[in-house]
């Protein structure tokens, strides 16, 4: 065997195996195709906020309260006990003032013989009388409505007890014996306490 034969080339290792893409391929073999570009990177998008609600929206429920408080049960049955002391007083100032309306028509004033005085003091009495009934019934009412627990009720106790507390403390700060100022005091009290537990202590807690 000739020794100056040329050595024969040995197969490539990568015999059978299609060229890569993007290269070029070897002669007599098909082209590969290039590889697909890389989809886009989408950045995220920000969530759509819902639309508007359009039209009526039910209201949400109202959140629970407490119950009435004791201290404004109390309260109410001092309104009740004053609306009805009170009652009987105007009734019997109504009744006085009848008396006297009558005792002017029977009879006369010494010294102002013809003069009607009587008839006209009890008449201006009577009207008295018939304001303080008036006058108790708001204070019933209100005792009731808070007893029930209404809102009315609470605040028409609050407006009767300012009003009759600012009585009752003019009353203290005037001129009277120890007897009527003490008396005062005691409703100037009682209407303080109702005014209180109505305004700061309605609901239990």
Do not use: C
Not at 58 to 74: E, F, I, K, W
Not at 129 to 142: F, K, M, R
Not at 162 to 175: H, Y
């Amino acid at each position: 065997m000739d020794q100056s034969q040329e050595p024969m080339p040995q197969a490539s290792t990568s015999a059978g195996k299609p060229p890569a893409a993007g290269m070029t391929p070897a002669p007599g073999e098909p082209p590969v195709p290039d590889a697909p570009p890389a989809a886009p990177i989408v950045p995220p998008q920000p969530a759509t906020p819902a639309p508007a609600a359009v039209g009526w929206v039910m209201p949400s429920a109202p959140a629970a309260r407490g119950p009435r408080s004791t201290l404004a049960a109390a309260a109410g049955i001092v309104l009740l006990v004053l609306g009805v002391l009170g009652a009987l007083l105007g009734l019997l100032i109504v009744l006085g003032g009848a008396a006297l309306g009558t005792f002017g028509r029977n009879g006369s004033i010494p010294g102002l013989e013809g003069v009607d005085i009587a008839t006209a003091f009890g008449g201006i009495v009577a009207v008295l009388g018939i304001i303080v009934i008036v006058y108790s019934v708001l204070y019933i009412a209100g005792g009731i409505g808070v007893i029930n627990s209404r809102e009315w009720g609470r605040w028409l106790g609050m407006v009767v007890a300012i009003i009759s507390g600012l009585f009752w403390l003019a009353a203290v700060a005037g001129p009277g014996d120890r007897g009527g100022i003490v008396f005062a005091l005691l409703l100037l009290v009682a209407h303080g306490y109702v005014l209180f537990a109505l305004a700061l202590r309605w609901r239990a807690t």
